[in-house]
């Protein structure tokens, strides 16, 4: 029996119709890595159309890098899914979940591992997004919670500025987060173990958010680390459809019912049923919006229940 290779990190990547922007990005996690940096990429191919996942196998076949290792799930497991799906194939000390529609701009992999060697009470570790043209994106934001929906983000800032660091600005300076965006996650191993990883209860959106709030439980923090810089082109496997919009709001209620509880998932749930009910009078798109949290927005209504299988012969 041979024993498998260790490696300090495994990315992992998930692939849905965009097996160019995969290519793409695998191309500038091997051209910005350190040499000294024994690393692994892990792709999951998330049950994309014969083609699309046709062209990225023979992507992975012509580098013919023992680095690179493509899987393919034949049902759309979500962002949370797909990963899981990806993590029982590393075997690493350090994990970094990078969207495939994004290109590191310097060697972001040993920036952020140094950062989590030297502070051993951070749980989690993401670096600047930039959008294409150079410009400022936001790359960590604020817990998904009652106060957030109702109050809004700049008045929480204001009030509390130590709890809700302002998400809108470029620091120069490591800076402790509520969440870092899941865009780009890097953490240790051991502690996405403790915690059971990612919620695969939940499809789309807010995973994220989940994730920092049950690693704080566990006392580990989360820093957005700028020197680590990245570009993010943000939504290549994803449209802002109304179904789209629906899925926020189911993630978005059952995160708030999970870390805070009936009355908290109560109150906002009032809050979004009032507000789409006048928002849907002039915009009609919002009604559908309306129907779904009069109804309670549940997790049957997900995207997830309607993924079939994609079996490629």
Known sequence: MTTQEKYD?????????????????????????????????????????????????????????????????????????GNMHGVQYANANYLAFLNNDTLLLNDCLSILKKFLEENKNTGIVGGQAYKEDGSFMLCSDHFASPYTELFGKKILEKLNPIKYPKSKKLYDNPTRVN???????????EDFNEIGGFDTNIFLYHEESDLCKRLLNISKLAYLIPDAKYIHLHGVSTTQSIAIKKELKISLLYVIQKHYGFWAHKIVLVFLTIKYFFSGIVKTKNRALFVLVLNGAPLTKSLKQIQKIQIIK
Do not use: W
């Open 179 to 189: 969440y870092i965006t899941g865009s780009f996650m890097f953490m240790r191993t």
């Open 9 to 81: 990190i495994a990315v992992i990547l998930i692939n849905y119709n965009s097996s160019e922007h995969s290519i793409n990005c695998i191309h500038s996690i091997l051209k910005n890595t350190s040499d000294n940096l024994n690393f692994q990429i892990i792709i999951t191919d998330n049950a994309s159309e014969e083609k699309d996942y046709l062209n990225l196998k023979k992507f992975c076949d012509q580098e013919n890098n023992p680095k690179i290792k493509l899987y393919r799930s034949n049902i759309n497991t979500g962002f949370g899914g």
